[in-house]
């Protein structure tokens, strides 16, 4: 802090090396300048002008990281412990603290335990099915597919950059009942397809279907750089030694693949974990709750004004993702 | 060493001091008796004012306020439009920032809350309260204050296709409940249709089609004095059962669509009847084609035992508290007031006069249907104008699904939504 106020201090006049020196504090202070001879003290101011350089230099992100993204944070925890309401933001201080109740009642709120269990659900199945479907897209690019290889990788790519809303009305027309694609697809099998939007069993299904198909062209992205640091010499060793395709891919792609792996995995599990964009434009958590999320439900708590709930239950998050993170992190580590 | 030290007596201050600050003071305001806005002065208006509206209205408004700034000379009105999308947060921020516009275009649904935060300015005594319909001047009244004026007014009544209906051996929609019911059953029976009549199975806002129902039979969503919520009374549970029936009975769909297609159902005849507000009226025209006109009508929600009711919406005009032209504001929304702006305003948008007077203008007296809908209007009602009321309401619309969609007992739902309201509080 006082480094702080030193250097903006110096910002306004040219700094010389003696004014610097001099308004450098005391140099007993220093280790450096507590140093025998001349030539110690020179490098220890050196140093100083150095790290005074350095700190005017990263001033300005210091202020706005404060400014907008600790502030909003150290708020939003002080404001989980509150009971904040909308109408109190004209005076956010002047509020009870109730410590922490709204954990308390956001755990036992059914609403928000059946979101809970539904993020689970989306989660749980979500992720692996995008991780199979991107592994096997890059496996396919990397190996299989050697014509119009650009267009095949746009095009599984082309859903992560379109925009939500856009594919939100696509999907809707596929899922519809009677007379959606994908039902009439099943129908030519003799299969009846469910009412995938109007029923609470095949909602989230319906919804997952759509966020894997949505993501995994990153994932794959991913993968596919992965595939191709695996060294040829490898697989060929593999081959000479009678390994089949199956095996080599098992045992060599797939360990070489495991950096790469737990980061496709970290990175979908933060997305899928705080999944929001799929309920809201296409179920509004509907039918009957099946495809409210925790995040949703924390969108609708902010919504009603219940900002000191909505705060607890984003931290709420916050928690699950990091321990989800670590245990993966844990899971995936090397094993040397 | 001593600096960490020095920063973390600072941190530790700093916070010990926030915390001490905190604690609410006592309440203000949203309690205590009803009051009055003081008095806004004579003569022209001056100056200039910020006006926020949204949606259609916000584009179609300069077109009217020209005619206040010619009325007014050196007046000027600066309008600015803004999507609903945004607009709650924009005015949750604007309270906060103090930032607030002179006069605002507000939904219904949010005077409690506005209210609540200290934002609005009372209504002055100039303003005549009983040249409004009733339940729209409900709207603007938070615990017994009056906070602007209710702008324009919209209300459901029953759509029916009258070709469709003749085959089926109805000349008239009926006015009873049961009648309904077997209107519905004979459009499916007689005349071809898909579903019997298009009622929403839950979800936001299907308390707009079940309520009319329940204060048709002088159903009230507060009790102890306006103080409470009240879902379970009997009339909302014998409202609940009867439009449960139609689910069960097999005359409205269960599991309709998420965006509901009620006007191209309509038009073809599949879903020959329907609950909705005077902006469809428009909309199946447009789909329906030349000549749709005459092929439907509307009708008042069937009586109960209370007459015919329904659900009044719309937008309220508000002058905040920190305008800086108090008396040009007042003077521009009680001018908005106006019947003959009123009605010169639904030339321009079809948004439906809130000014039971404006009603006699040829425009909206030559028209048949408007008329139902300005008769509905007169018996229709507004929801309590509580800060929490959208959240609470929430609560119903999700049992509701579960009465329509699974036949779960009706009692119980609204018992559980009940339940709900009374842990969430009025927020008053």
Known sequence: MTAQTGTTGSVTGPVTPAAATASGGPDDRSPRGAGPGVSGGRVGSARRRQGRAAWILAIPFCLLFLAFTAWPVIQSLFMSITDTKARDLRKPFSVNIIGLDNFTKALSDPTFRKAAANTAYFVLVGMPLTLVLALTAAVALDKGITRFRAVFRLGFYMPVITSIVAVAVVWRFLLQEPGGLINTFLGWFGITGPNWLGDPNWSMPALIMMAAWRNFGTAMIIFLAGLQAVPAELHEAGAIDGASAWQRFRHVTLPLLRPTMLFVMVTTSIGYLQVFEEPFVMTKGGPLNSTMTVSYYTYQQFGFGNYALASAMSYIIFVVIAVVTALQFRLLRERT | ?428
């Open chain 2, 1 to 428: 060493m001593r600096r960490t030290t020095a920063i973390t007596v600072a941190c530790m201050t700093a916070t010990a001091l926030t915390v001490t600050a905190c604690g609410r003071e006592a309440d203000n305001g949203g309690s205590g008796a009803a009051q009055t806005g003081a008095a806004v002065s004579s003569g022209k208006a001056t100056g200039e004012i910020t006006v926020w509206a949204m949606g259609a209205e916000g584009d179609n408004l300069p077109k009217l306020t020209k005619e206040f700034e010619a009325a007014n000379p050196g007046v000027k009105v600066k309008v600015t439009a803004i999507p609903w999308d945004a607009a709650h947060d924009k005015f949750t921020t604007a309270i906060t920032a103090g930032k607030t516009p002179d006069v605002a275009m507000v939904g219904t649904t949010w005077m409690g809350e506005f209210a609540a935060s200290d934002a609005l300015d009372p209504t002055p005594a100039q303003v005549d309260k009983s040249a409004f319909f009733e339940g729209a001047q409900k709207t603007t009244e938070v615990n017994g204050t009056s906070f602007g004026i209710p702008w324009y007014v919209e209300t459901r009544v029953l759509y029916y296709r009258s070709d469709l209906a003749k085959k089926a051996g109805y000349d008239a929609a009926p006015t009873d409940p049961q009648g309904l019911k077997d209107m519905a059953k004979a459009m499916q029976t007689k005349a071809g249709a898909k579903w019997g009549i298009g009622l929403q199975a839950g979800g936001e806002g299907s308390w707009q089609t079940l309520m009319p129902f329940a204060w048709s039979d002088g159903a009230d969503l507060t009790k102890d004095g306006g103080k409470a919520y009240n879902f379970d009374s009997p009339e909302i549970l014998k409202a609940t059962k009867y439009y449960q029936s139609f689910f069960t009975d097999g005359i409205s769909n269960k599991s309709a669509p998420a965006t509901p297609t009620t006007e191209p159902d309509f038009a073809k005849g599949t879903v020959p009847m329907f609950i909705s507000g005077p902006w469809m009226m428009s909309a199946v025209e447009k789909v329906g084609g030349a000549g749709f006109k005459d092929k439907y009508n509307v009708a008042p929600i069937p009586a109960g035992s209370a007459g015919s009711s329904s659900f009044v919406g719309g937008s309220n005009f508000v002058v905040f508290k920190n305008t800086k032209n108090r008396d040009t504001a007042w003077k521009f929304v009680n001018w908005l007031a106006d019947p003959k702006v009123q009605s010169k305003w639904y030339t321009i948008s079809t948004d439906l006069p809130s000014v039971k007077s404006a009603w006699q203008d040829p425009a909206l007296a030559s028209d048949k249907k408007l008329a139902v809908f300005g008769k509905q209007l007169e018996t229709a009602k507004a929801p309590p104008s509580f800060p929490t009321w959208e959240q609470a309401i929430k609560g119903l619309d999700t049992e509701l699904e579960k009465i329509t969609k699974t036949g779960a007992d009706p009692a119980a739902g609204l018992k559980t939504a009940q339940q709900q309201a009374e842990s969430i509080g009025t927020g008053a």
